[in-house]
């Protein structure tokens, strides 16, 4: 059996493997995609210490650093079942997709999340053209240009505030007949000269000159008529996903399906830890994912040297 047991490839799960691997003890771990959503990502300008890079170098490097290490990367490979130890020293089982079935002392759950999308027309076309889903990332990258943010929750009218600050312009559309954000996010938006708030707005399309974005089309949900705004970047705030529905049952969730962890990554299972954008974690970023990874490893070798005969 492995001592610690990684599942996830990304930030959290590379920051994890790498922790564990330095302490000696057998390490693996099981991706379905190794990189995570670094992968899809373009620029990246806030990785501490690197001015700039791009996705899929980062990626690249996360998996070369892991494998400096003794580490048993099982790459291409989804988990779907957590088996829970059945006694305190027991081991803790991983069942994957393709039948095969894994044991460890202990499990480092960093899965991630994904972006809910539009799904409109030019959404996919112009992701990273334009289409974004990270202000914290990206916002930067419009400076002076005029966006759009789509979506009226906390993090729609957190992403329009952010940005009112560093773009010309934003347009916030939200489906619902009303903002769903708390009432002192929309007296702050409501205060800002620069942001226009459109309800009731279903974004149809997202339109571009094969390049990058030119700007987008809603339908007004009452009137029944199709507008178009001009812009240069769409933020899309409907919704992150965390990738834990393979573990609904056996971890404590958020009703939001993130899951929960202690300040040492530690879930409601012994053993199991959890590091990343698929746990409570504040803010969703890779430097983020990195730190909680590497907290979760050291709380995992914690946990072995207090469980784990000598
Ligand atoms: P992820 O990166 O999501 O990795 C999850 C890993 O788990 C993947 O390997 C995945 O294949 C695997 N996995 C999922 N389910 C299973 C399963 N059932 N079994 C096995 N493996 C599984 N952050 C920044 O700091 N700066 C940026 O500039 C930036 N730009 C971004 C741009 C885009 C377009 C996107 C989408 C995100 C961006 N982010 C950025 C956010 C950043 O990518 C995430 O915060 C970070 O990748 C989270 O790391 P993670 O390891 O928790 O999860």
């Not at 089309?217 to 996903?241: A, C, N, T």
Request: aromatic residues 6%; neutral net charge; contains cysteine.
């Amino acid at each position: 059996p492995y001592d610690v047991l990684v599942v996830g490839g990304g930030p959290a799960g590379a920051a994890a493997a790498i922790y564990a691997a330095r302490k000696g003890i057998r390490t693996g771990v099981v991706a379905e995609r190794f990189g995570g959503q670094v992968l899809d990502t373009m620029a990246i300008e806030n990785f501490i210490s690197v001015e700039h890079t791009e996705g899929p170098k980062l990626a690249a490097a996360l998996e070369q650093h892991v494998r400096h290490y003794d580490v048993d990367v099982m790459n291409l490979q989804r988990a779907d079942a957590l088996v829970p130890a059945s006694t305190p020293e027991g081991l803790v089982e991983v069942k994957l997709a393709n039948g095969a079935s894994l044991k460890s002392k202990s499990v480092i759950l960093s899965t991630g999340a994904r972006w809910r999308q539009m799904n409109v027309p030019g959404e996919e076309q112009y992701r990273n053209k334009g289409v974004a889903y990270c202000p914290h990332c990206d916002g930067p990258l419009f400076k002076g240009k005029r966006v759009a943010v789509v979506g009226g929750g906390n993090s729609g009218a957190e992403a329009a505030i952010d940005l009112a600050g560093i773009v010309s312009h934003v347009t916030l559309l939200e489906f619902d007949g009303k903002l769903r954000a708390d009432e002192v996010l929309q007296r702050k938006l409501r205060s800002l000269p620069n942001v226009t708030v459109h309800v009731n707005a279903q974004t149809t399309e997202v339109t571009g000159d094969g390049n990058k974005v030119t700007g987008l089309v809603y339908k007004d949900r009452v009137g029944g008529d199709s507008h178009r705004v001009e812009l240069e970047g769409i933020f899309v705030q409907i919704g992150l996903l965390p990738n834990t529905e393979w573990l609904k049952g056996t971890v404590a969730l958020t009703p939001r399906g993130e899951i929960v962890i202690d300040d040492r990554g530690q879930t409601s299972v012994p053993g199991v830890f959890a590091a990343g954008d698929a746990t409570t974690v504040p803010y969703k970023q890779i430097v983020i994912a990195m730190g909680a990874g590497s907290t979760a490893a050291l709380g995992a070798f914690d946990h072995l040297i207090r469980t784990s005969a000598p």
